[in-house]
C-alpha cells in the first residue's frame, strides 16, 4: 500500500485526428485526476466533454499523447503483459445494455471469462468457488442457483450484476464504472449504487464513476470532477460541490435537474467541439454570466486568458473560472 493516491493522471491529454481535413480533436486537453483508495469519485459533464476517453486513458487502453498515468506510485507502461497485469487491478464495468454480457455465454461463462484469461485460477473447483463469490458479492443469491441462466432470463438488474461480478471474480483495487446505472429503472438503479458502496465498504474498492446525470454522483461518490470540453473545470468534496458550485456551468447543470429551486440555465452557443476548443476559458461564449455583464471586471480575461489545469485530487475544493476565483458574478 501506498501512501499517496491510487491512481493519479497528471497532465492528460488525448486528441484523435480529425477526419478528412478536419482539426484535430482534443478530446481530453489537459487532465490531474487522483483517486485515492476506497474513494469514489464521479466524472460528470454533458455528452462529447471527454469523459469516456478519459476513462479509458485511466484504464491503459488509451495511450495519452501527453501526460502520465500512475498505478500505486507506477506509472503505468504500455506493453502487452505490463497492460495485462494492471487490467486485473483495474476493471472497467460496462452497462450491460450495451451489449457487455454476449447472450449465448451463461452466468457462469461470462463471470469465469476473466479468471481464464488471465489463468488465475488452475482447478475446477477453485474457479467455481471464485465465482460462486464474486457472484453472492454482487448480490446474486444464492450464486450456484444463476450458474446455468442466459442473459435473457434476467431481469436489467441483474444482468447488471452480472456484469459486476466479472469485474470483482479478479479481485481488482479501481473499479471504473461508464453510465453503469444509465438505463436501468430508477428502483434498480438506486440498488446497483448501493452495491457499489457496499463493495467500496467491504472490500476497500475505489471507483470512477462516469455520469450525465448530477444525482446518481451526489448519492454515491465523495469526491466529484465536472468536465467540460476536456478539462475539469471544478472538482471538489460532492457535497460541498453541488451545495455551492462555484463554476456557472456546474451552476447551469444542477439548474436543469427536477429538484433545482433556481431557475433552469439555458446555455447560449454552439455544442462543444474537441476540434475548436476557445480561446481564453474554453466555457466563455456560452457562459451565462459573462453574457449577463455580471463578470465584466474579468470579461477580458475570461475572452483572452486560459485558466490553469485543476489538481482533482485530495480534499480541496478547485475552481476553473475566472469570475469565481476574483469573486465576481456569483
Ligand atoms: N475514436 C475516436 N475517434 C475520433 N474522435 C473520437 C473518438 N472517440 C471519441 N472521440 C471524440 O472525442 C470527444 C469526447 O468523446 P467521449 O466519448 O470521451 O465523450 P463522453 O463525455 O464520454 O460523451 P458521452 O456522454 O456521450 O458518452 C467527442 O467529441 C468524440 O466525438
Ligand atoms: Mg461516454
Request: aromatic share 4%.
Amino acid at each position: 500500500m501506498t501512501s499517496g493516491p491510487l491512481l493519479a493522471a497528471s497532465g492528460v491529454h488525448v486528441t484523435f485526428p480529425g477526419r478528412r481535413g478536419a482539426p484535430p480533436a482534443r478530446a481530453v486537453d489537459g487532465v490531474d485526476l487522483e483517486i485515492g483508495a476506497g474513494e469514489i469519485v464521479a466524472l460528470v459533464g454533458e455528452s462529447g466533454c471527454g469523459k469516456t476517453t478519459l476513462a479509458r486513458t485511466l484504464l491503459g487502453l488509451v495511450r495519452p499523447g501527453a501526460g502520465e498515468v500512475s498505478f500505486a506510485g507506477e506509472p503505468l507502461a504500455y506493453t502487452s503483459r505490463a497492460l495485462k497485469a494492471y487490467r486485473r487491478r483495474a476493471q472497467l464495468v460496462l452497462q450491460d445494455p450495451s451489449g457487455s454480457l454476449n447472450p449465448r455465454h451463461t452466468v457462469y461463462e461470462a463471470v469465469a471469462e476473466g479468471l481464464r484469461i488471465h489463468r488465475a485460477h488452475r482447478s475446477g473447483a477453485e474457479e467455481r468457488a471464485a465465482v460462486a463469490e464474486a457472484l453472492a458479492r454482487a448480490g446474486l443469491r444464492p450464486p450456484e442457483r444463476f450458474f446455468l441462466r442466459y442473459p435473457h432470463e434476467l431481469s436489467g438488474g441483474q444482468r447488471q450484476r452480472v456484469v459486476i461480478a466479472g469485474a470483482l471474480v479478479l479481485e481488482p483495487e479501481l473499479i471504473v464504472a461508464d453510465e453503469p446505472v444509465a438505463s436501468l429503472d430508477a428502483s434498480v438503479r438506486g440498488e446497483i449504487l448501493a452495491l457499489l458502496l457496499r463493495l467500496r465498504d467491504e472490500l476497500g474498492l475505489s471507483a470512477l464513476v462516469v455520469t450525465h446525470d448530477l444525482g446518481l454522483a451526489w448519492n454515491i461518490a465523495d469526491r466529484v470532477a465536472v468536465m467540460y470540453l476536456g478539462r475539469v473545470v471544478e472538482t471538489g468534496p460532492v457535497e460541498s460541490v453541488l451545495t455551492a458550485p462555484r463554476h456557472p456551468y456546474t451552476r447551469a447543470l444542477l439548474s436543469v435537474l427536477p429538484e433545482s429551486e433556481t431557475p433552469p440555465v439555458v446555455l447560449a452557443g454552439e455544442p462543444p467541439d474537441p476540434a475548436r476548443i476557445p480561446s481564453g476559458c474554453r466555457f466563455h461564449a456560452r457562459c451565462h454570466v459573462l453574457a449577463s455583464g455580471e463578470a465584466a471586471p474579468v470579461a477580458d480575461r475570461c475572452r483572452t486568458e486560459p485558466l490553469p489545469v485543476l489538481r482533482a485530487g485530495g480534499g480541496e475544493r478547485g475552481v476553473a473560472c475566472h469570475g469565481a476565483v476574483a469573486g465576481v458574478g456569483g
